[in-house]
């Protein structure tokens, strides 16, 4: 028998809680689906249940999405939890807080359905793809999980400049379309993955970026062009 993957739906809005019920329910997919319409139901439910994904809605009522997240932190119930906070705020400063607090995805509403099915199936691939090409390699010694987003992201983003005459922004565009998601999703995603390597700072890293990358994180341009000209990537 089949251990069911446990989601709760964290989201104030019974019409959204639905229609990403019903979407859920229609991938063919075993799920057991809880709901939650507030920051403390949120709270009560994680705390007497353990949940694979949390689909957790930034703006509600009694406790918001951060003070959520700052709860799971505070009583070490991230463990093998999969975060993904939907918002309709795009603020960066409101994201970054997203997180560092232990979000593993933020998408704006109004989203792609396909591009959640997508994001749910990586989080929650428990068999990930690790053959090694070229720039996973890379961003694997770098010592950026190959369960983020961004690690996906980069590598995509390192194949298109590295082959074509073209801008970061206009890859990041390339990379959202074949993604489904926005061009600001890309961009904030690559952003936490190099948070993470900057964070490790391993022997790699530093022979790639330098000494001053000890004190400084590299924007995401620079970190994404030292890669495409490194000698071992070239």
Do not use: W
């Not at 703006?59 to 463990?79: C, Q, R, T, W, Y």
């Not at 807080?97 to 704006?108: I, T």
């Not at 770098?142 to 005459?165: E, T």
Request: proline content about 1%; charged content about 30%.
């Amino acid at each position: 028998m089949c251990n069911k993957t446990k989601i709760l739906i964290a989201e104030d809005n019974l019409c959204e809680r639905k229609i990403i019920s019903d979407f859920l329910s229609n991938l063919n997919k075993i799920y057991d689906i809880d709901f939650a319409s507030n920051g403390e139901e949120t709270i009560a439910r994680i705390s007497s249940k353990r949940y694979d994904l949390l689909i957790l809605d930034f703006v509600m009522e009694n406790k918001d999405g951060l003070e959520v997240l700052d709860f799971i932190n505070k009583n070490s119930l991230k463990n093998s939890l999969k975060i993904i906070v939907i918002s309709a705020i795009g603020k960066t400063e409101i994201i970054k807080k997203a997180f560092e607090k232990g979000a593993d995805y933020y998408l704006k509403k109004s989203f792609n359905f396909e591009h959640l099915k997508n994001i749910i199936n990586d989080l929650l691939d428990k068999n990930i793809d690790e053959n090694l090409e070229t720039e996973n390699f890379i961003i694997k010694k770098l010592g950026i999980p190959i369960n983020l987003f961004g690690f996906k992201y980069i590598c995509q983003v390192l194949k298109i400049i590295k082959n074509k005459n073209i801008s970061i922004s206009e890859a990041y565009r390339a990379v959202a379309k074949s993604s489904g998601t926005s061009s600001e999703c890309v961009e904030i995603n690559i952003r936490n993955a190099i948070k993470h390597a900057h964070k490790i700072q391993n022997n790699y890293y530093i022979k790639i970026f330098g000494e001053s990358a000890k004190l400084k994180k590299p924007k995401n341009s620079v970190f994404l062009y030292t890669l495409a000209n490194y000698p071992e990537f070239i």
